[in-house]
């Protein structure tokens, strides 16, 4: 094993692994100022811990481990928006020009990685190679450097130098977000783009998409070996290192510098604070976060980071090497893993440099010898003083604005990389299959952190007479309001269920009261982050928002649960054969057709002015839930209960006016106008 993992910070052993603050690096200090935000820390914290924890179970034998990789790799390529994988269609790879510098050469490449989703590289070769040679070939990911036009593979030129110097061909990409067709990482971190929730979109799949075709055009090279592939790249770079090298097997070696830590520092130290959304993919299936990166074992990985770099803190560092370690130890290629921890913040070093060259050249080249010449082309100066080898001018693929291409999907590939489900009618006599399929996948992508048994809220001590406070899960607790009660104890009658904030949508409380009936009870329950458990919400980061994702859910699937377990405490205490109907006003009204959806005590829905998809900026947002359905199918499949919608719309749900026709219950979907 090459001795390069000389720092290890005293007190974190692979059997002692501290979840909590002691000795961690927060990234920013706990938001306090609001009712809710101690309760959804403290319950982000623990299901952290919990799934953090899971990652024991992937390492009980080399053969339970192999068993499981092939679900693995399914599983994570859906996480990024790639399962089923997409088509690998012609990627129409172009030279715009070239550089001639001393002993590289330089060529302004752009592919297409989808067709209309363009790439745009810099390949640094050697001036001379052998006759026929095949070299081995670097794919270089770079990091959040902003070069304007010229694109932020500019600024990771010094690489791409010393590689092509070196007998390696490399291919330095730039990103979606800085590249020369500038798109975005930021949609939920500060833009309000929830509807990535929804469709599964996190620019981390385009990113891992855009290195594998990489990869695809350097084996189409006649000059590149492509038994000899190797993948790095710092911040950005060093997590789409881990995208690629965990997705493509074909990666021989991975060099990711500073490009992960794990759920109890993203979350119980607000590291994920620090990140854009290209750093994350999306934990449908709950995943510890070291299997990632245990994916790309047993090939060679040299994990690199700093002891000061306070968006990759040393206690989370710490904590991946010694699970990957005891992975690699699986197969007895221990020696195929290492860390390397320089000294100092979030930058790219001489030592750093020198441990990547060397331990690509010794799992490549079978050269292990030290490096000397890591210092060689390097930028020279600070912010706008910079100096570089080459002028980056020099390395525009696209020169101008004119020879941007016009048909470039990159500047809305948020829309499009995904695709939107588009679901078939149930056929007569079909229903129930139709809906059981539903509800299976939207169980397995969606909602899946929900308990196989939903939960009973339970009543918390010390409530008045018309407003009580409810345990909906373990840490979660939200209000209730009773506005009025007729129904005599143990008789039949209605539950009338709202659910929202009356005090602040006065319109939705008098619209509750047109309801009532003689021997009806109506209650309105705040779900969690709502009313007294407001939490701070601050746009960036979304620290709230953002974080359960990370986790395998969203706010929105939270609150659902919430009303499902208020619901049947409820039934429960009403006892009798009284009706619940859910009644919500706007996005609270999707809350109570998605919690109908799973709870059969639900007797109906009465939806006013609900989104007419998912895809609208504030609606409910369910994590994948537009890869399975969208709303007027979930609707349809809440036939045979009667469902009523308050509308002006009367048209927008004609699909699941045609669901509960092909059900057989017509007459239960109703249209008001509002």
Excluded at 8 to 17: E, K, S, T
């Amino acid at each position: 094993m090459m001795n390069l993992s000389i720092i290890r910070r005293i007190g974190f052993l692979p059997g002692l692994l501290l979840l909590g603050n002691t000795l961690a690096q927060e990234y920013a200090p706990a938001d306090d100022g609001a009712p809710g935000d101690k309760m959804v820390q403290s319950y982000l914290a623990t299901e952290a811990n919990r799934i953090h924890l899971t990652f024991t179970n992937d390492f009980t034998s080399r053969a339970d481990w192999e068993s499981h990789r092939p679900v693995y790799r399914q599983e994570f390529l859906y996480m990024l928006g790639l399962w089923p994988l997409p088509e690998r269609t012609p990627l129409h790879a172009t030279v715009t020009g070239t550089v001639e510098g001393d002993g590289f050469t330089v060529e302004l490449i752009h592919y297409q990685s989808q067709p209309r989703l363009y790439v745009t590289g810099n390949l640094y070769r050697p001036v001379r190679s052998k006759p026929g040679e095949r070299l081995p070939a670097v794919l270089y990911l770079c990091g959040h450097s902003n070069q304007g036009r010229a694109g932020n593979k500019t600024a990771y030129q010094s690489h791409g130098i010393w590689f092509a110097r070196h007998g390696y061909v490399c291919l330095v990409v730039d990103t979606l977000q800085l590249g020369e067709i500038a798109a975005i990482h930021h949609g939920t971190y500060r833009e309000d783009r929830w509807w990535w929730h929804s469709r599964g979109y996190t620019p981390a799949g385009v990113e891992c998409w855009n290195g594998l075709r990489g990869i695809d055009y350097l084996i189409s090279r006649a000059d590149v070996d492509h038994e000899r592939i190797a993948v790095t790249g710092i911040s950005g770079g060093g997590a789409a290192t881990f995208w690629i090298a965990a997705a493509d097997e074909r990666v021989g070696v991975a060099v990711p510098v500073s490009g992960m830590a794990d759920l109890p520092a993203y979350i119980n130290n607000r590291v994920i604070n620090g990140h854009c959304d290209c750093m994350f993919i999306y934990n449908t299936f709950q995943w510890p976060w070291t299997r990632i990166a245990a994916l790309i074992a047993p090939r060679a990985q040299l994990f690199a980071n700093s002891d000061e770099d306070r968006i990759f803190p040393m206690d989370a560092n710490d904590r991946v090497i010694a699970r990957l370690e005891r992975v690699y130890s699986l197969y007895g290629r221990s020696d195929f893993v290492d860390s390397m921890v320089s000294i100092g913040g979030h930058a790219y070093r001489k030592d750093l440099r020198q441990a990547a060259y060397r331990f690509v050249n010794t799992h490549l080249k079978h050269d292990p010898r030290s490096i000397e010449d890591s210092e060689e082309s390097l930028i020279i100066g600070e912010g706008n003083h910079r100096i570089y080898p080459i002028v980056i001018d020099q390395l525009r693929v696209f020169p101008t604005e004119e020879n941007v291409p016009k048909d470039e999907l990159n500047t809305t590939i948020d829309q499009h990389f995904v695709p939107l489900a588009h679901v078939q009618m149930p056929s007569p006599g079909q229903f129930e299959p139709w809906k059981t399929s539903m509800l299976t996948e939207l169980r397995r992508v969606t909602f899946r952190s929900f308990p196989n048994r939903h939960p009973i809220a339970k009543l918390r001590p010390g409530n008045k007479a018309t407003e009580s406070e409810w345990e909906t899960e373990p840490g979660i607790r939200v209000r209730l309001l009773e506005i009025t009660n007729s129904i005599p104890p143990g008789n039949s009658g209605r539950i009338i269920f709202g659910i929202g904030a009356t005090e602040s949508n006065q319109p939705f409380a008098a619209f509750l009261r047109t309801l009532f009936q003689p021997n009806d009870a109506i209650y309105v329950c705040e779900p969690r982050g709502i009313g007294t458990t407001q939490w701070t919400e601050s746009n960036p980061p979304n620290f709230v928002k953002r974080s359960h994702v990370l986790l395998g859910r969203t706010v929105d699937s939270g609150r659902v649960l919430d009303v499902i377990a208020v619901a049947r405490a409820l039934r429960e205490r009403q006892g009798g054969d009284c009706q619940l109907i859910v009644v919500g006003d706007g996005n609270s009204g999707l809350l109570g057709a998605y919690a109908a959806l799973w709870e059969p005590s639900i007797s109906g829905v009465i939806l006013r002015n609900p989104p007419l998809t998912h895809m609208e900026p504030t609606a409910p947002q369910f994590l994948n839930v537009l890869r399975v359905c969208d709303v007027p199918d979930v609707l349809g499949m809440l036939a045979p209960r009667p469902l009523t919608i308050f509308t002006p719309h009367k048209t927008a749900f004609g699909k699941t006016e045609s669901i509960y026709a092909t059900a057989g219950t017509a007459a239960k979907f109703l249209i008001q106008p509002d």
